[in-house]
């Protein structure tokens, strides 16, 4: 059985350099997730806002006691 030697930075234990029994060999980066362009995020949030309003025939306010409601109408009000 090989040497233990102890790790001195994460670079070392996924290299392997501190895995004599390979139990790492299997591990593969996980990819990173592209996030989504600013544009359709802020479609999104305005799509909300529209859902809000055709589901109760106003707009949202800001003011209002539902959670859910005063951020859309956060967002209403910085759009």
């Known amino acids: 059985m090989p040497d233990f030697k102890s790790p001195l ?3 070392d234990i996924i290299s392997g350099n501190c895995d ?10 996980e990819m ?3 996030s989504a362009p600013a544009d359709s995020l802020a479609r999104r949030q305005f799509e909300e806002i529209n ?7 106003r707009p ?7 959670i859910n409601e ?10």
Not at 20 to 29: H, V, Y
Not at 51 to 57: D, K, L
Not at 60 to 66: H, Q, V
């Open 70 to 79: 005063m951020q859309l109408g956060a967002r209403l009000k910085t759009l």
């Open 32 to 34: 990173k997730k592209k």
């Open 9 to 11: 930075s994460f670079d």
């Open 51 to 57: 859902a809000f309003r055709e589901r109760t025939g």
């Open 20 to 29: 004599p029994q390979g139990i790492l060999n299997d591990l593969k980066p």
């Open 60 to 66: 949202p306010f800001y003011g209002a006691t539902d």
